[in-house]
């Protein structure tokens, strides 16, 4: 077996498939030194890449080239036809490779390579791994030819000194194995120390005592050899000089010490301080630091170190990416010949000041630095490829590549630090003919450092370019009866591809036959006379054509109008058109659109319209057809109106025609609903506490004069029922109970209810006040007016129970106490009486004393006729007005929940408390917020009856319709203030208030909000309530 086939059997293949379409690793082992040629691998063999393309079964021919940079002497070389990797003339050197790095048996010296397999539809990137195994080329050396050692005379038996180690470039078995010691005399031997780190130290045993003054000098040669096959060995002269005694050496703190510096710490940095102690005295004290034999030359002219204080600093500027790691021996001698040893481990720590490398590495060939692409290369074609680097470790050595500007190409990662250059979509020519970018190399130290490349790359053109038609439609119009040979139109398109391939033939498509087409210029004629009767429109295809291989086309669309004469009359869409039109619509209002038709062209299609019988009541534009109104409408006055339209085209001579026009007049929900009952805001009703859930306590009744949905009311409680005792049915407007009234209910509700009708588009709405008086009975009528007069102080959002029940609770309070203290002043007094009167009975007679204590016991009847004769003289108004607000919704979707803006103004004669007195002061106005409607307006617009206004002390007459609406006079008190009046009804009792309370009003500033309602308190005995006169009759 001859030297090249043991390289080849000994060589280890394994393959890593990354990615079978892009990226596949291969991993060789050779040795170093090897000859010219000597083949280390077959790529489509180990790789099992078949020449044989799967989907047509030909045989394809693969290229295999070795991707190398520009000015690199390469190691290996690649056969183009067969993937063969064979060494070349450049010797391989492990040593020379691996230069700078401690390699031990177990790492690995080896280099990369990359290979590309073409075309590109084959596309492939092996990368190769070349791993280098150490020949034993190198023999084994000691630092110095002459190594000298110093042994004190007094040195014991056995005793061991250390001598300089030997280095050998190679490793494992090639590297240092055995040292032996020459002519040793029999006084000295030698014995070999293995580190943990595998090195070998040689020592010199002192075999016999020594005796300076005998024999001072003793020479001797130690031999080192190492393991290889062939071995090869050197030696030294080892000179012994014996010394003259000092039992002490030096001894360190610390034998074994690491630090850590940083690589760009500027020359004289302290690295560490070393200390060695020496138990001597005088000059055998004296301690002086060297560095050890073993410290490399290098390493010494980076670092300094202070005989005298042992104190190394930085020398020159350190390099972690040349060294790493540097290992001092430093000795402590005291003069003696065993000085004391410190190892010291220099850690030297990165720092990012590398910026990062970018080898680029063309995959298509450049000339004179420009790749040219054609235009019709497939995306993610390939063109270079990239391999970044940082001699920095950790984060500052990690790099990312990427291009600076968007362009059509980007970066694919194949490994860590490999990326492709490729299309990422397809080019255009005509778009951009030259690209120039940078690819940027960005390591993650602080700050950045960064490195670029620049990539030219030229596009060839394609024929990729249809011509395009300056209009993808191109219309004509040409009168009939024309002449033959009439000139159209030039028709022209562009090629944006140069050259042949912009060189445009035209040719006319399918049914052009009434037209001649010049190929060249692309000039349109007419072949034949035109009738419009027969046709009015041609449409056809025109198609241009380059001259590229294969030429590409593309076509326009070309319509022919033909002209027409004035041979058709107008004709309107209707013979007889109705619009439906809403009342109240404003004048000038567009109430329809006319439409006519005139079959002609140009100026006999122009159509003027007029109307011919309208007595000026509607406006019709003569061009658009748009009817507009004249006049307003009023459904109740007028429900339709017809009058005639006629048409006239602007042909010579003019023709026309004429319609009929009916405009209907359709209602519109204009009017708010009325409240019927209950009769006044300021009238109340009695729910007794034995009332039943379910019972109808009271009713609001409204009407709405409109029609249809307009009049649809829909009754709703929008404030005041917030315990919901209270229930309004929607439809009915009556109100029932929820539940059982309880003691905490006793006393005056107040329900705002709202009632809407239904009417589109906006609904209307009204707001009336009920107000309900829980308590077994009513006797006390001005005490309960008092009341209403006070919660019209409350705004309609709030809970009555929140204002009302202070008052209540207060009044209630005194006339308790009055109560209470004047009865216990009557029972004091008639109990001193009956006393005093039981000492004198025996002085007055029987009939005497029972005159006396009637006079004591009863009240003054002369006092009671005068008040008696008070109350009648109080009167009563003969009417009481109630004012109610009719209020538009802003939103007819839900009236419930819209703000309550306005004021409920009382009658005037709640303002006088004292019974009998009745004052037409003036009554506040109604008012509303800035941004509410002009709720009169609203009301007069709506009416057909003129609205009107109060004015202070001038009496209302009775209106229908009205914002503020009078009341009859039998529903309202005639009597005095201490009476109540109930009027006798089918459905439901009700209880009017007509005096006893001040005028009042209220307003609401905003949404409606919900309070809780105090605990009420029964208001005052039925003993200080005046009995209702007899003539009002409860049913």
């Known amino acids: 077996m001859d030297l090249r086939d043991f390289y080849l059997l000994a060589a280890l293949i394994a393959c890593l498939r990354l990615d079978s379409a892009i990226a596949q690793e291969l991993i060789y082992t050779i040795r170093e030194e090897l000859p010219e040629n000597v083949p280390i691998g077959n790529i489509p063999k180990d790789l099992n890449i078949s020449h044989i393309n799967a989907a047509t079964g030909t045989s394809a021919s693969l290229v295999y080239r070795l991707v190398s940079k520009a000015g690199d002497a390469p190691l290996v070389k690649v056969s183009s036809s067969t993937g063969e990797i064979f060494t070349t003339s450049n010797r391989i050197d492990r040593e020379k490779l691996c230069a700078g790095a401690s390699y031990a048996e177990e790492n690995e010296c080896f280099f990369e390579l990359e290979v590309v397999i073409l075309p590109n539809d084959f596309f492939r990137l092996i990368k190769i791994k070349i791993i280098v195994k150490d020949t034993n080329d190198n023999a084994p050396m000691f630092p110095s030819p002459v190594i000298n050692i110093s042994i004190p005379e007094n040195t014991l038996i056995n005793s061991r000194f250390p001598i300089p180690s030997a280095t050998d470039p190679d490793t494992g078995f090639n590297g240092v194995q055995h040292y032996e010691l020459l002519n040793g005399q029999s006084v000295f031997g030698l014995d070999i120390v293995e580190t943990p780190e595998g090195e070998k130290w040689p020592q010199l045993i002192v075999q016999q005592n020594l005796d300076r003054e005998q024999k001072d000098t003793y020479v001797m040669k130690i031999k080192v050899e190492d393991g290889g096959t062939p071995q090869k060995s050197s030696t030294a002269i080892l000179q012994v000089t014996v010394s003259d005694v000092n039992d002490n050496r030096p001894v360190f703190k610390e034998g074994q010490v690491e630090v850590h510096i940083p ?29 050890g034999a073993q410290v490399a030359p290098a390493t010494k002219r980076l670092f300094a170190l202070n005989n005298t204080t042992g104190l190394i600093t930085v020398q020159r500027s350190l390099d972690r990416e040349e060294t790493a790691i540097h290992k001092v021996t430093v000795l402590a001698s005291d003069g003696s010949s065993t000085p004391a040893r410190a190892t010291v481990t220099i850690n030297v720590t990165d720092v990012n000041d590398n910026p990062p490398n970018i080898d680029l590495r063309y995959i298509i060939s450049p000339i004179n630095g420009t790749v040219y692409l054609s235009e019709k290369d497939p995306v993610n074609t390939k063109i270079a490829l990239i391999t970044v680097s940082d001699k920095d470790t950790d984060v500052n050595g990690k790099v990312i590549c990427f291009i600076e500007r968007e362009v059509p190409f980007h970066l694919k990662a194949v490994y860590d630090n490999q990326y492709l250059l490729e299309t990422s979509s397809l080019l255009d020519y005509e778009g951009t003919k030259e690209f120039s970018f940078k690819i940027v190399a960005s390591d993650s130290g602080k700050p950045s450092l960064n490195q670029t490349a620049l990539v030219r790359v030229k596009l060839e053109d394609e024929n990729d370019n249809p011509p395009i038609f300056n209009q993808p439609v191109i219309e004509l119009s040409v009168s009939e009866n024309n002449r033959r040979g009439l000139y159209l139109t030039t028709i022209s398109a562009t090629d944006e591809d140069s050259g042949k391939n912009a060189d445009i033939v035209y040719q006319l498509g399918p049914n052009a036959s009434f037209f001649d087409l010049d190929r060249k210029t692309g000039v349109l004629t007419a072949s034949r006379v035109f009738d419009r ?18 030429p590409l086309q593309s076509q326009a669309a070309v319509i022919v109008t033909v002209l027409d004469e004035n041979d058709n009359s107008p004709k309107f869409t209707h013979n007889h058109f109705q619009f439906f039109v809403s009342e109240n619509l404003p004048k000038y209002s567009t109430v329809g659109v006319i439409t006519v038709t005139d079959a002609d062209a140009g100026e006999n299609k122009a159509v003027t319209l007029s109307i011919l019988n309208d007595n000026d009541n509607f406006v019709l534009d003569p061009y658009s057809g748009v009817i507009k109104s004249n006049v307003s409408f009023d459904r109740e006055q007028q429900s339709s109106y017809t009058f005639d339209v006629k048409a006239t085209d602007g042909g010579q001579p003019p023709r026309s025609s004429t319609a009929k026009v009916t405009i209907n007049v359709m209602d519109v929900n204009d009017n708010s609903p009325v409240v019927i009952s209950p009769p006044s805001n300021t009238s109340f009703k009695l729910v007794p506490l034995s009332a039943i859930p379910g019972s109808v ?20 409680i929008v404030s005041g029922n917030n315990k919901g005792l209270f229930r309004i049915d929607p439809v009915t407007g009556n109100i029932t109970l929820e539940e059982k009234p309880a003691t905490t209910d ?19 709405h009204t707001l009336v006040l009920v107000f309900l008086y829980v308590n077994d009975t009513a006797g006390n009528a001005s005490y309960i007016y008092d009341l209403i007069r006070r919660t019209m102080e409350t705004p309609l959002d709030r809970n009555i129970g929140d204002s009302s029940q202070p008052y209540q609770n207060e009044d209630y309070l005194t006339i308790m106490i009055a109560i209470v203290a004047g009865a216990m002043v009557v029972i004091v007094v008639i109990f001193v009486t009956v006393l005093v009167r039981c000492r004198h009975a025996s002085r007055f007679k029987a009939a005497q004393r029972s005159k006396q204590g009637a006079e004591w016991m009863s009240p003054n009847q002369e006092n009671k006729q005068n008040k008696k004769k008070k109350r009648k003289k109080r009167k009563s108004p003969k009417s009481s007005l109630l004012n109610f607000v009719t209020i538009e919704e802003s939103k007819p979707d839900d009236a419930v929940h819209e703000p309550i803006n306005g004021t409920i103004s009382l009658p005037a004669e709640l303002e006088e408390q004292s019974i009998g007195r009745f004052d037409w002061g003036p009554a506040p106005p109604t008012t509303f917020k800035p941004n509410s409607p002009d709720l009169a307006k609203h009301y007069k617009s709506a009416s057909p009856q003129p609205a009107f206004h109060l004015k202070p002390d001038t009496p209302v007459s009775v209106k229908k319709h009205h914002v503020i609406q009078e009341l009859p006079l039998d ?12 009027r006798s009804s089918t459905s439901s009792d009700h209880f009017s208030a007509s005096e006893c309370s001040s005028q009042g009003g209220f307003k609401t500033k905003g949404p409606l909000h919900t309070r809780q309602t105090r605990k009420l308190r029964p208001i005052l005995p039925k003993a200080e309530m005046p009995r209702p006169p007899s003539k009002y009759v409860a049913k």
Do not use: W
């Not at 940095?269 to 070393?274: C, D, K």
């Not at 009767?533 to 294969?550: K, L, M, S, Y």
């Open 263 to 291: 690589e760009n710490a500027p020359v004289g940095t302290s690295v560490i301080q070393l200390h060695a102690t020496d138990a001597d005295i005088g000059s055998n004290a004296e301690i002086r630091y060297i560095f």
């Open 533 to 550: 009767e027969e046709q009015e429109r041609f449409i056809f295809t025109v198609t241009a054509r380059d001259n590229g291989t294969p």
């Open 697 to 716: 306590v009271a009713e609001v009744f409204a009407v709405d004069i409109d029609t249809g949905m307009n009049a649809e009311l829909k009754y709703t």
């Open 746 to 764: 006793v006393g005056l509700h107040r329900l705002v209810v709202n009632i809407s009708d239904l009417g589109y588009p906006k609904s209307l």
């Open 971 to 982: 529903n309202t008190f005639v009597g005095g203030c201490d009476t109540l009046s109930k």
